[in-house]
């Protein structure tokens, strides 16, 4: 990366994307090289990027602490394996997410199960997998985890997702611990849920979990939490016995072009001495944080409009492959991969969908571009490709781990038979059919 030439990508977020020869590349590979290989859109990961936030959050936490990455960032199997050679757990929230652990070869046994709302299924399939522990929600999962794990034969562990009512920032459709949202347990009715718990011989309290929100980038809100969890845990000795993790969750925010990535030696440092004191173990649960700056999705200029006094560039990528602009009103920066000469201009980057709510960043000043040119949208590795989706019959992009030099395809670009697959023809007979 410090190849002669390099210069840096500054609205990238992580030093693997740079400048060589007035083109943007991924570690030694030339982004419109993978384009010209693979296609477009194109989900870009880089490898050293990932190994090395996962690094810097293992060291600001220490060599105790779980690092659990939340697969729902990106659950790609490729990235799953690589997380888990490197010393990862994994953060669950669905047996989906425990059938990709299966199918990436990888244990669940440094992993943790949360949901706020779980079947009987996933209950019944997280205790037979033997997690670290299991995240309760809800009140009438107590019995039906009891249960399962009496048939099981095992006593398992158990942790209380606490609700302790502080408001972290970030989006508000991404805020997860005020009072009025619907997850975990409310601290003041959490009292009796913890009794359930403990009666419960198939169960062992071992911890309590909070997750605050996504995107999360002031450090304080992670110990005002602690602080309420424990004096929570010290108002009865039964809240605390058996108790060796405490859970604070992800949500650490990435900078997103604007450089304001959450300090997690700040969160460490304000966790750390009470957890030390109590002689819990912490786990964390990164997702964004870990793989968002690793990965790009690159797209191609297909062609421009004026329109209303606003210059349009339309892009074959859409909010299908990139839900976050549409949802949460996300601004990715946008960077074109060989930037022309010329002045810039204020656009707006939108795609093919009939939608418009279709924008993948608006009023952003880019160099001239022309079609057949190569964008690329930053800091789309996590809830890019694993919020996309196959509206207007669009097939899911294709996604490549760079690693050095080396290129590896991990996902294929969806083919149209898999996209129908799964539908029935009113004319055939075998299936479906109600008479
Ligand atoms: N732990 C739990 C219990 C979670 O619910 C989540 C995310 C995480 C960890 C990981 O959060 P992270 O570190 O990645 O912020 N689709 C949204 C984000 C939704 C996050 C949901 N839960 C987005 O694109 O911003």
């Known amino acids: ?11 990238a977020g992580a030093d693997a994307f740079h400048v060589r020869g007035g083109e943007l590349w991924c570690e030694e590979v030339p982004l419109a090289s993978l384009a010209a290989r693979f296609g477009t859109p194109l989900h870009v990961y880089s490898a050293a990027t990932m190994d090395e936030r996962l690094a810097r959050v293992q060291l600001a936490f220490g060599t105790g602490a779980n690092v659990c990455y939340a697969v729902k960032a990106n659950p790609n199997l490729s990235l799953l394996a690589r997380m888990h050679a490197r010393g990862a757990g994994f953060d669950l929230v669905s047996g989906g997410e425990l059938h990709r652990l299966a199918a990436a070869n990888v244990p669940a046994s440094r ?34 985890l009891a249960a399962a794990a009496a048939r099981h034969g095992s006593r398992i562990r158990v942790a209380l997702r606490l609700n302790p009512d502080v408001a972290a920032g970030g989006h508000s459709y991404i805020s997860t611990a005020r009072k009025g949202d619907k997850f975990g347990v409310a601290i003041d009715v959490a009292a009796p849920i913890v009794e359930s718990i403990v009666r419960e011989p198939s169960l062992h309290l071992c911890g309590y979990h909070v997750h605050l929100g996504s995107q999360v980038l002031r450090p304080e809100p992670y110990g005002e939490a602690l602080a309420k969890v424990a004096a929570f845990v010290d108002g009865a000795a ?11 969750g992800g949500g650490f925010g990435i900078g997103y072009g604007r450089g304001h990535a959450l300090d997690v030696d700040a969160v460490a440092r304000s966790v750390l001495p009470t957890l030390r004191s109590r002689g819990w173990t912490p786990v964390v649960e990164p997702g964004r944080y870990l793989v968002g700056d690793a990965g790009v999705l690159l797209t191609t200029v297909l062609g421009e409009k004026r329109q209303g006094g606003t210059d349009f560039v339309l892009v074959d990528a859409a909010m299908n492959d990139l839900l976050r602009p549409a949802l949460y009103q996300a601004e990715h920066p946008i960077v074109a991969v060989r930037p022309r000469d010329g002045a810039r201009r204020e656009v707006d980057v939108v795609g093919p969908i009939c939608e418009t709510s279709d924008f993948l960043g608006r009023r ?55 996209l129908f697959a799964n539908e029935v023809h009113l004319d055939d007979e075998s299936d479906g059919t109600v008479r």
Not at 1 to 11: K, N, Q, S, V
Not at 238 to 248: I, K, M, N, P, S
Request: charged share 20%.
């Open 238 to 248: 039964l809240r605390r016995e058996g108790v060796t993790h405490y859970d604070l």
């Open 1 to 11: 990366m410090a190849a002669a030439g390099a210069l840096p990508c500054p609205e």
């Open 364 to 418: 952003r000043a880019l160099p001239p571009c022309r079609a057949g040119d190569l964008l690329a949208v930053l800091s789309a590795g996590a809830y890019g490709a694993s919020m996309a989706s196959n509206y207007n019959t669009r097939r899911r992009a294709a996604e490549v781990l760079v690693d050095g030099g080396a290129v590896r395809l991990v996902r294929r670009r969806e083919t149209f038979p898999q």
């Open 111 to 144: 992993s943790v199960f949360a949901g706020v709302g779980k079947e009987p299924w996933e209950i019944e399939a997280a205790v037979a997998a033997g997690l670290l522990f299991f995240n309760v929600e809800s009140p009438h999962e107590v019995p039906l």
